[in-house]
Nanobody, 112 residues
Framework: VQLVESGGGLVQAGGSLRLSCAAF????MGWYRQVPGKQRELVAV????????DYAYSVKGRFTISRDNAKNTMYLQMNSLQPEDTAMYYC??????????WGRGTQVTVSS
């Protein structure tokens, strides 16, 4: 049971990245990010059942969350990236038993 993130990297301001979260034995539910010294914050969620997609105000209109159920993989398309988007991005998911799990994260760095 795990979540494996990929797709992070270094990009210039205004650029784009697409993060992927491959889920094994779980269902990916959302993306969060964290910078050193600060709390982890919600970026976007995509419930598997009831509920609607939701985004942090700071990323609305720039980021898009999606999921490929056949591949059990969740994505985060990030456009118009800004230096303030620099963070470690984590995938969050849930096991069949209802346990919340986290991936190890993928670093996104946006240069000005």
């Amino acid at each position: 049971v795990q979540l494996v993130e990929s797709g992070g990297g270094l990009v210039q301001a205004g650029g784009s990245l697409r993060l992927s979260c491959a889920a094994f034995g779980s269902t990916p539910m959302g993306w969060y990010r964290q910078v050193p010294g600060k709390q982890r914050e919600l970026v976007a969620v995509l419930p598997s059942g009831r509920g609607s997609t939701d985004y942090a105000y700071s990323v609305k209109g720039r980021f898009t969350i999606s999921r490929d159920n056949a591949k059990n993989t969740m994505y985060l398309q990030m456009n118009s990236l800004q230096p303030e988007d620099t963070a470690m991005y984590y995938c969050n998911g849930r096991t069949a038993g209802g346990t919340t799990i986290w991936g190890r994260g993928t670093q996104v760095t946006v240069s000005s």
